[in-house]
């Protein structure tokens, strides 16, 4: 079984990219996970931005540079081996579309299965990074109080609000922990629903799941599929029971 685990940045969107401007400073995030777009104003007026995207097998990119009139021309180090990378950011209905020219001075910013181009949305009152981090950890506390149904609303309003912007292992972490708050409210039904997405053979290991998957990828499933697999188990045969 193969498991999308990052974004695919390379896709430009179905409408038309209007003119390039210079996006609002603030969080952007990738539609689908997997990365970020931070734009910044200094006291002086000087718009930076900064990227980081994961993609398959945990290659990575990361770039910064001073954006002007929409785009930015961003070089590798004060080498004048490479050509410098141009970027360029567009206005598209919920964020910014992020594309650069296809040539070695923008590869040379990202591994071989990573990329940056794509669209950046404005996420969701509540699905910044950093309220997603605080809700997860309130999530935690409930949940370690056993304060089940309260633990269970957060959980829920994230996977509702923030689908657009959360990444895979984000997502698939999230379900785990819903479904398994699920299990202690007595929700069976709901809890092996929650886990659908999984596919979860029974009959098959958690190994054998993620056996097709690259190397890093496949490090960073396993305990997922291992938890899905143990909670599909148990609320089934909850549920069996009654």
């Not at 912007?165 to 398994?180: C, E, F, K, P, S």
Request: glycine fraction near 10%; proline fraction near 5%; charged fraction near 20%.
């Amino acid at each position: 079984m193969r498991w999308l685990i990052c974004a695919a940045f390379a896709l430009r969107p179905m409408v038309g990219l209007s003119a390039n401007i210079d996006p609002a400073p603030g969080e952007y995030l990738a539609k689908g996970g997997g990365g970020n777009l931070i734009v910044t104003r200094s006291a002086e007026g000087k718009l930076t931005f900064s990227i980081f995207t994961t993609g398959a097998n945990q290659h990575t990119c990361g770039l910064e540079g001073t954006i002007q009139a929409g785009s930015a021309i961003v070089r590798l180090g004060d080498t004048d081996d490479i050509r410098p990378c141009l970027v360029t950011f567009s206005k598209q209905p919920g964020g910014i579309y992020v594309e650069s020219e296809a040539h070695e001075g923008c590869r040379a910013f990202c591994g071989a299965r990573a990329g940056f181009d794509g669209l950046y949305l404005k996420p969701a009152p509540g699905c910044d990074s950093r309220s997603v981090s605080r809700s997860r950890a309130r999530f935690k506390q409930l949940y370690g109080r056993k304060e089940f149904a309260k633990a269970h609303t957060i959980l829920a309003s994230l996977m509702g609000t923030c689908s657009q912007t959360l990444d895979g292992l984000q997502t698939y972490w999230i379900r785990n922990d819903l479904a398994v708050t699920e299990y202690h409210l007595g929700q069976f039904s709901e809890c092996l629903r929650t886990l659908e997405p999984f596919q979860i053979d029974l009959a098959s290991t958690a190994e054998e799941h993620v056996k097709d998957l690259p190397p890093a990828d496949r490090d960073s499933m396993l305990p997922i599929i291992q938890a899905a697999r143990f909670n599909t188990l148990r609320c089934r045969d909850a549920q069996e029971k009654r």
